[in-house]
């Protein structure tokens, strides 16, 4: 059944100009089935598996075709014409499973065809677009050296000062800071300690590695897939570099909501300040790449504002493989916890421990006292470890710091509450001339001319680098050779990032058992006013003179179709009403990615629930997000950078 889907989306296709096999390639000639079925296999929560297997099953049965509107057969009996009017009928059904299912399949099979290369290390679509792929790694001398870990061997027992758990721009920074004020310190990271040289830059297999589980983080319904690091270092290693400083607006909105006149203050300015110092945040290293060059010239044609993006990088090469640091900087320029905080944190004689994952904090008379944790030794068999310790720093996630003290039992109502996801669309363009949209330095240009609308709460432009796994999840599909052409014209395109300022909380739960367990629907209000919706639309289209598409889709790449339900996570996204503001509803739609993972910000108060009910944002057509649902035209999820705890941070 899996191969049959999997022929329906990538059949081999006639074309007069193919070269290098990007059409002649199929699925069944490049293996696709199988590295599918892998990633199904791969998924950690078994209620993701089952779904994906009942929805195969369901193709194979010709009575629940029928029941779902198609022809009494099933899906492997019918004409190859037949499978993709199939497919095309359910991404566009006004039956939420169906385009939830077409777009877990379409995800699925279209990163396990283009997200790895085929036996001789290339791909014919990588070869057709002038896609290099992983490039040769530097000589050894100019990569560092992973930091020095602890192996957990045996069922041990631990005693420190204070163990952090997290080593990402929390825990990272939190461990620097005690090793040097003397205190004995252990950190947990449930990752793995990667150095530069193992960086191995295929999108697949970086995915896998070095994001939280697998980058197959999503809330239930699919809407809000989240990326987060998940390594030494954190979400520090994998992300843009971007480094804003918090904004004076902000800071003193969260006084006032507060009632503190803390984020004011001088001395929290004075953190602020060293930590931009210690992560070397600058405008040195800001060569623009062509997608940058493509948005500053547009904002200065248009009059707009534009500037450069400040950056936590020092000699940063800023070529064509810094379009690859979303997967790890192989040069060590990018600088990281891991280069920093907790390199100073280890000089100073911190323990480091990866692959542990904390089960719970222990807590005696009202206090934490230490944790109780899982390691994995050198041969990956799981330890005991119990750590004892005078206090407990709990910085692992905006997902998985709550789940930890729900396990511990803190009973406090604020626990998983006022979590903040950021929803992002972007404006896509093809454009005459090579763009190489991999290449060039992460993100070096970006506008706030749109940042303060709505009190503050508008949309910040910016570029973000593109490999396979954004058309792959993010490209709409009307058919398999439209999709097919719009991959072969990769190498000319580009886009501009619109990324919000979220207004409500979300929620984080965890399921009985501790662990991180199904996720509630996310539910969205995005139909704009009509008056603004007007208004925004001629922003929006600032490009078009090139042809350029204003189609929005997922502007940070996961792999789609992957999507899984965090262990026993439960994110409750209050929808923010973002955006009343129209040049962002008009082409946003209701679902969203995140890169790198969000902070809870106990600041504020959520609104009240917000259903979406018959918005139109894309195509005319009514959209609702019940459970489950996966939509067709995909955009991602940036975080708010300036709402993180003060620091100044990379994305």
């Known amino acids: 059944m899996l191969e049959a889907v999997c022929d329906a989306f990538l059949p081999s296709l006639p074309h007069p100009d193919d070269p290098h096999g990007l059409f002649a390639t199929g699925a069944r000639a490049a293996g696709t089935a199988a590295r599918a079925e892998r990633l199904i296999a791969a998924l950690a929560d078994p209620l993701d598996r089952t779904r994906l297997r009942l929805l195969l099953t369901a193709l194979g049965s010709p009575l629940a075709s029928a029941l779902f509107g198609g022809p009494f057969a099933s899906f492997p009996d019918l004409s190859l014409e037949a499978r993709e009017a199939a497919l095309r009928a359910w991404s566009v059904s006004r039956l939420a499973p169906r385009r939830a299912g077409f777009q877990a399949l379409k995800r699925l099979v279209h990163v396990a065809h283009y997200c790895w290369p085929l036996p001789g290390g290339s791909h014919p679509a990588w070869r057709a677009v002038g896609y290099p792929g992983p490039l040769p790694l530097p000589p050894p001398a100019v990569a560092r050296d992973p930091l020095p870990t602890v192996t957990i ?19 990272g920074v939190a461990a620097g800071v005690l090793a040097a004020a003397g205190r004995d310190l252990i950190v947990l990271e449930r990752g793995p300690n990667p150095g530069p040289s193992d960086f191995s830059h295929v999108e697949g297999d970086s995915l896998e590695r070095y994001y939280l589980d697998g980058g197959l983080l ?18 520090t290693v994998i992300n843009y570099t971007t480094s804003l400083p918090l904004p004076p607006a902000v800071r003193d909105e969260w006084d006032r909501l507060a009632g503190l006149t803390l984020f004011t203050s001088p001395r929290f300015q004075e953190s602020l300040d060293r930590v931009s110092a210690r992560v070397g945040a600058g405008t040195r290293w800001n060569t623009p790449g062509m997608r940058d060059q493509l948005l500053e010239r547009g904002c200065r044609a248009l009059g707009w504002h534009v500037d450069l993006q400040p950056r936590n990088v020092t000699d940063c090469r800023e070529g064509l493989e810094c379009g ?16 920093t905080y907790l390199a100073d944190a280890a000089r100073a004689g911190a323990r480091l421990i990866v692959h542990c994952d904390v089960e719970r904090a222990l807590i ?27 206090a407990v720093v709990a910085a692992c996630g905006a997902i998985n710091t709550p789940a930890l003290l729900a396990r511990s039992g803190l009973a406090n109502p604020n626990v998983g509450r006022h979590l903040r996801l950021h929803p992002a669309a972007a404006v896509f363009g093809f454009f005459p001339q090579r763009v190489e949209p991999w ?15 709505d009190g503050g709460y508008g949309v910040k432009l910016e570029t973000a680098p593109i490999h396979f796994a954004l058309p792959a999840s993010g490209f709409g599909w009307e058919g398999a050779r439209a999709h097919r052409e719009d991959v072969a014209r990769l190498a000319h395109l580009s886009l501009v990032g619109l990324l919000l300022r979220d207004r409500d909380a979300g929620h984080v739960a965890v399921s009985r058992g501790g662990r991180p367990g ?11 006013p009509a008056p603004r919706r007007d208004r925004g639309r001629g922003a929006a289209r600032g490009g078009g003179r090139d042809g350029s598409r204003n189609d929005a889709h997922a502007a940070r790449a996961r792999p789609p179709g992957r999507g899984r339900l965090a262990r026993g996570v439960r994110a409750r996204c209050r929808s923010s009403r973002l955006q009343r503001d129209a040049h962002v509803l008009h082409h946003l739609p209701s679902n ?13 108060r959520g609104r009240p629930w917000r259903v979406a009910r018959g918005a139109r944002p894309l195509r005319g057509r009514r959209e609702r997000l019940p459970d489950l649902e996966r939509r067709e035209s995909h955009d991602y999820d940036h975080g708010d950078r300036r709402s993180r705890g003060g620091r100044a941070r990379g994305r």
């Open 518 to 528: 199904p996720l509630p629907p996310v539910r969205v209000r995005c139909r704009a």
């Open 153 to 171: 061997e045996r069922d041990t027992t631990l005693e420190c000062d204070v163990v952090v758990v997290g080593s990402g721009a929390g825990g």
């Open 439 to 453: 290449s060039g330095a992460m993100q070096t240009r970006y506008s706030d001319q749109l940042a303060n609308m």
């Open 592 to 604: 969203g990615q995140r890169p790198h993972g969000s902070r809870p910000c106990p600041l504020g």
């Open 364 to 390: 005696a008379g009202g206090r934490a006292t230490g944790v109780r944790a899982t390691a994995r030794g050198a041969d990956g068999r799981p330890h005991a470890l119990t750590v004892r310790a005078g």
């Open 324 to 339: 690859f640091c979303g997967y790890g900087c192989r040069h060590g320029a990018k600088n990281t916890t891991a280069s």
């Open 218 to 235: 999503t809330t239930q319904d699919g809407g809000m897939p989240i990326l987060a690091g998940s390594c030494l270092g954190g979400g």
